[in-house]
């Protein structure tokens, strides 16, 4: 594509026309319109032989100059002002490129086959497609049905794939036909299928909860607050379940938990033993985390020193739990914390709130290093990252920011902790589109680029974020003027303001 072309037609278009609002009307293979926000819409042309051709025109009070990639492939020939005609030369892929005032439009051109030149044909029959056959395969004497060009007429109707095989969609007639060489096979398709919506499904079991005097409550896990679930228990009396899907026994008994999401429902099967008069006390009670105590520490009392005592979270996307038995904040909602000991094991039932409030300290840009102190807390310290796509810490607590998001460090010894989260944030060298730390022509160049062809020229998730400097969100064909601007010195900083920029 001849980008120097388009920027200098661009830049002339900006100077002698006002910005005016241009609505397309495309016939042929595309549909919808082209306003002034689809600023890199990719509209899609297929033709199905060389010599076939689709016209485009556009409404408004401008002229449009228009270019091919691939003049081997599709031609674009002007017809006026405001329209052009597209024409099949050769097999493949390629784009055309109208060139507006105040945008760069694409239209991806596909052309399926080479040159018809039917010179008979062959009414194989009829196919009558029902609910009850569905599908048919055609056989051609003589004939691999691969080797054949096989297409519909109303593909709302009916489709056919390269083997032959024809597949009703939808209720009507349409004609399939399979073209070898010079001569087109004609199977006539009536199709009386109609697509039935599936039947009401019965609820699916989503698995059995054990509940007893030792493990008193389990979670659900992967409910989250973007999706709604409704929750409910067959008898309360045996069992609860908390909006956040905690479950905890009341009583001995079997019950069931269902759970609604979407029009889909599903159950858990709960069976508990639990009496509340047992022996050994295994509920460590309840922890609250909040933003202003954001991390507790759990002991086991009547326990000797030195047992070994595995600890785990049901949910750690809502608080994680340490090998020594502290809980930490992470998100908002509502987890169990359990304390293996031999045989036995422990739990406490953990909420976390308002942990949006947490403090976080910022950090801009991946790659980026720093040194977490904890102080002294005491010996045998050891680090870890709640999440290690996040930010890493290595055993002297160097920390390093290896993706976007937010996540904590934690350093916890034998008789202290001491935590700090970190929210990490993309860096912006404003104009940068190639990412060369370098704003010149050349970024520019790349911003129009990847408007016209994305999938050659694609931007990187940083060069997105540097290409936009026009002070509207998102990257078009405005922001390559701004940096022009910027590389002639007609403006002094970037992002632009948008309101002086007219």
Same mark, same amino acid.
């Given at each position: 594509m001849n980008y120097k072309k388009i920027i200098a037609t661009a830049a002339a278009v900006c100077m002698t026309a006002s910005c005016a609002v241009v609505n397309c009307r495309v016939s042929g293979n595309i549909t919808g319109g082209v306003h002034a926000e689809e600023q890199s819409q990719d509209n899609a042309v297929t033709l199905n032989y060389v010599g076939d051709s689709?016209?485009?025109?556009?409404?408004g009070s401008v002229k449009i100059t228009w270019y091919s990639d691939d003049d081997s492939i599709a031609t674009v020939t002007p017809t006026s002002d405001l329209s052009a005609e597209i024409t099949a030369t050769g097999k493949g892929s390629t784009a055309v490129y109208a060139v507006l005032p105040d945008r760069l439009i694409r239209f991806g051109v596909t052309v399926l086959h @080479? !040159?018809? @030149? +039917?010179?008979?044909?062959? #009414?194989?029959?009829? +196919?009558t497609l029902t609910n009850q056959q569905k599908s048919a395969e055609v056989k051609l004497t003589g004939i691999e049905a691969s080797d054949a060009v096989w297409t519909s007429s109303d593909t709302s109707v009916a489709t056919v $794939?390269? !083997?032959g095989v024809i597949t009703a969609v939808g209720k009507g007639t349409c004609v399939v036909q399979a073209q070898y060489g010079n001569t087109g096979y004609i199977i006539n398709v009536t199709s009386e299928y109609e697509e039935k919506e599936e039947p009401g499904k019965e609820p699916q079991l989503l698995g059995t909860v054990e509940l007893s005097d030792k493990i008193k409550s389990q979670q659900i896990t992967g409910i989250t607050p973007e999706v709604p679930v409704t929750l409910s228990s067959t008898d309360e009396t045996v069992a609860t379940v908390s909006a956040s899907g905690l479950i905890t026994a009341v009583g001995s008994g079997s019950c069931r938990i269902y759970i609604e999401s979407n029009g889909t429902t599903g159950y858990f099967e709960v069976v508990s033993t639990y009496t509340g008069n047992s022996q050994a006390n295994t509920d460590l009670g309840s922890v609250t985390l909040d933003s202003e105590t954001p991390s507790r520490k759990i002991s086991i009392s009547g326990i000797? #020193?030195?047992?070994?005592?595995?600890?785990?979270?049901? #949910?750690?996307s809502i608080a994680i739990v340490t090998k020594r038995g502290s809980i930490i904040a992470v998100s908002d909602g509502e987890c169990v914390a359990s304390a293996k000991?031999? $045989?036995?094991?422990?739990?406490?039932?953990? !909420?976390?709130?308002?942990?949006g409030k947490i403090p976080s300290t910022e950090i801009k840009g991946v790659g980026q290093k720093l040194a977490f102190s904890p102080g002294d807390i005491g010996e045998n310290t050891e680090f870890f990252s709640t999440d290690e796509s996040i930010l890493t810490v290595d055993g002297s607590g160097t920390i390093t920011t290896v993706g976007t998001g937010t996540a904590s460090v934690i350093a916890e010894s034998d008789t202290g902790l001491s935590f700090m989260r970190f929210t990490v944030v993309p860096s912006c060298f404003y104009g940068d589109a190639n990412c060369d730390d370098v704003v010149d022509i050349a970024d520019a160049t790349i911003i129009l680029q990847s408007i016209g062809n994305g999938d050659k020229y694609a931007l990187t998730e940083q060069g997105q974020l540097n290409a936009d400097v026009d002070g509207?969100?998102?990257?078009?064909?405005? #922001?390559s003027l701004v940096v022009q601007m910027f590389d002639a010195k007609l403006i002094s900083a970037l992002p632009a303001d948008s309101s002086a920029l007219g």
């Open positions: 689709v016209p485009i025109t556009f409404t @080479e !040159k018809s @030149e +039917v010179t008979s044909t062959v #009414d194989v029959g009829s +196919v $794939d390269e !083997k000797p #020193d030195g047992t070994a005592v595995s600890w785990s979270s049901s #949910d750690s000991v031999g $045989d036995v094991e422990y739990t406490a039932a953990v !909420k976390v709130e308002n942990a509207n969100p998102g990257v078009t064909a405005r #922001d």
